[in-house]
């Protein structure tokens, strides 16, 4: 089944202890994207890849990291979390990089700091 | 960059009436506007996009239209079901490479 997927779905952490966030796909997707959704904000970019070794900036990446070393995997790394980090993440691909191509979103990981 | 405002916020009507969903953005080069709809506990999924090349587009009890003059674009449900309870998304591109989204609407359909 073509999907996307994140682990883990529910995370409950401390300040300042490093995390990561799986996702992976199994479409061989070359655009892969990170994003966080708070109530009345709705959905924000944090990070995206146009493919291996290349990745930049969303439109709110402070306090983030990615790395993109296979095509199929695109975790996201805290390395200081803080509460205001506490939300709810989206990895999602695509498989163009244009802007208008399907994105398929995973399941979400929801990420409480403490 | 891209803005996009989306309006309402939330919206509940009755199961088998029709319900709109507005979006505006800001780029008047975008050309490209998907909707996403967002079930509880799930990623958004798309549910219908349209071109700038197109007024309107249907499938089935769904439709969006687009007024590139204006730079708006909306989403219309026909026969609402209690299934299709659940937030919905607008989007826009921005800089070729990523999609900017609307706040969300929660469409909340009571039978």
């Known amino acids: 089944e073509a999907q996307v997927t994140q682990n883990p779905r529910y995370l409950i952490t401390v300040t300042g202890k490093k995390l990561t966030v799986t996702c992976s796909q199994n479409m061989n997707h070359e655009y892969m994207s990170w994003y966080r959704q708070d109530p009345g904000l709705g959905l924000r970019q944090i990070y995206y890849?146009?493919?291996?070794?290349?990745?930049d900036k969303g439109d709110v990446p402070e306090g983030y990291k990615v790395s993109r070393k296979e095509k199929r995997n695109f975790p996201l790394i805290l390395e200081s979390p803080s509460p205001n980090q506490t939300s709810l993440y989206f990895c999602?691909?695509?498989?163009?990089?244009?802007?208008?191509?399907?994105?398929?979103f995973g399941p979400g990981t929801r990420l409480l700091v403490l | 960059g891209e803005n996009v405002e989306q309006h309402p916020s939330t919206l509940s009507v009755q199961e088998g009436d029709s319900a709109v969903i507005k979006c505006t953005y800001s780029?008047?080069?975008?050309?490209?506007f998907p909707w996403y709809k967002q079930e509880l506990g799930k990623g958004p999924q798309l549910i219908i996009d349209?071109?700038?090349?197109?007024g309107e587009k249907k499938d089935q009890r769904i439709a969006v239209t687009l007024n590139k003059t204006a730079k708006h674009f909306s989403l219309h449900i026909t026969e609402t079901q209690p299934e299709d309870s659940a937030v919905y998304f607008c989007?826009?591109?921005?800089?070729?490479?990523?999609?900017?989204f609307g706040k969300g609407t929660t469409l909340s359909v009571s039978s």
């Open positions: 999602a691909s695509s498989y163009g990089t244009s802007s208008g191509e399907t994105q398929y």
């Open positions: 780029d008047s080069a975008s050309n490209y």
């Open positions: 349209i071109r700038s090349n197109v």
């Open positions: 890849s146009m493919n291996v070794e290349v990745t």
């Open positions: 989007a826009a591109p921005q800089a070729g490479t990523a999609l900017i």
